[in-house]
């Protein structure tokens, strides 16, 4: 059976959320937490990814929950957006599965995929993008993620990475994955405090992009919005060279977590005609101690002092 110039079987499965109905196409993706297939709108035809939650307590669906309720809170260009939610509720019969709930989250779907799908793409092919393209997909980021720092309170996205941007059809980053956000601005005060927030990066923080004191939180110390700047340095780093600034350290055996709180950024010997304000932008957001990294909005000033900042897509 073809409809819409798409070959559909008559056994297709398909599912209801709220008052739309969606064909079940294929998976898309597994990660830690949860699962993303493709479904399709049955009645315009149209793609989407459905994200399904397996909450196993209370908790998970709460932060399940407020992933959804960030989505619809946080409503930008950069930001991807909500198309549908729901929750599925296990019943009384199937309490030994150990389940509470699925929670179900539709979005549009982005065939062109991941920056990090791209890059990968690209180091087979040993191209690069050009700086100006790096620059405007750099600002589009910036731009998403200033709407979480400048929130009353501040949010932190707490897990960008290449994987975590998508890219839409006209070229623009698009920030997603806000499982990991939450309130930006933490005070240490008690060992169990420092403990909890080491597992939940640990847990949710890519390691890669992992800001130095999110791998040993200090007692007395405070985290804030600019975790996330140095994930943004780690960011641009990889647009610039296709890898993140300490994997050549991993691959080699080294610790992720030495790497990054020695400071100590290298950049490859091939600059491919990279500017010296990129490097510069690279380092200027990865200071181990965080009150010398920049705010979002003195990075999106710096970003305009720079001759590339005329669009933000690519």
């Known amino acids: 059976m073809v409809e819409n110039g798409k070959m559909i079987a008559k056994w297709t499965p398909s599912l209801r959320i709220n008052n739309r109905r969606f064909y079940l196409r294929s998976r898309l993706g597994e990660g830690g937490f949860s699962y993303v297939d493709l479904i399709e709108d049955i009645r315009t035809h149209k793609d989407y990814a459905l994200k399904r939650i397996t909450c196993h307590s209370n908790e998970e669906e709460r932060i399940a929950l407020q992933e959804i309720e960030l989505m619809r809170t946080f409503q930008h260009p950069n930001i991807i957006p909500l198309e549908e939610s729901s929750v599925i509720k296990v019943n009384q019969y199937s309490k030994h599965l150990d389940i509470v709930s699925e929670v179900l989250i539709v979005m ?55 994987a975590n941007i998508m890219l839409a059809d006209d070229g623009t980053a698009i920030i997603m994955d806000l499982g990991s956000a939450n309130k930006a601005r933490v005070e240490i005060k008690t060992p169990s405090q420092a403990h909890s927030l080491q597992d939940e990066a640990a847990e949710r923080c890519s390691m890669f992009y992992r800001a130095p004191e999110l791998f040993n939180p200090e007692l ?37 977590a030495l790497a990054a709180q020695s400071g100590r950024v290298k950049f490859p010997e091939d600059n491919r005609g990279y500017s010296k304000s990129l490097q510069d932008t690279i380092l200027l957001q990865m200071k181990v101690n965080p009150a010398e990294r920049p705010f979002i909005d003195s990075v999106l000033q710096h970003i305009e002092t720079l001759s590339y900042s005329a669009t933000n897509r690519v």
């Open 108 to 162: 549009p779907y982005y065939s062109r995929g991941s920056l990090q799908d791209i890059i990968e793409k690209m180091s087979k092919k040993s191209e690069r993008f050009p700086e100006e393209s790096v620059w405007g997909l750099f600002k589009g980021i910036c731009l998403g993620l200033q709407v979480f720092h400048k929130h009353d309170p501040p949010y932190a996205h707490r897990d960008l990475k290449m």
């Open 220 to 256: 007395g110390s405070s985290i804030d919005e600019r975790t996330d700047i140095w994930s943004l340095g780690c960011l641009l780093y990889a647009l610039a060279y296709l890898t993140s600034p300490f994997e050549s350290d991993y691959n080699h055996g080294g610790s992720i």
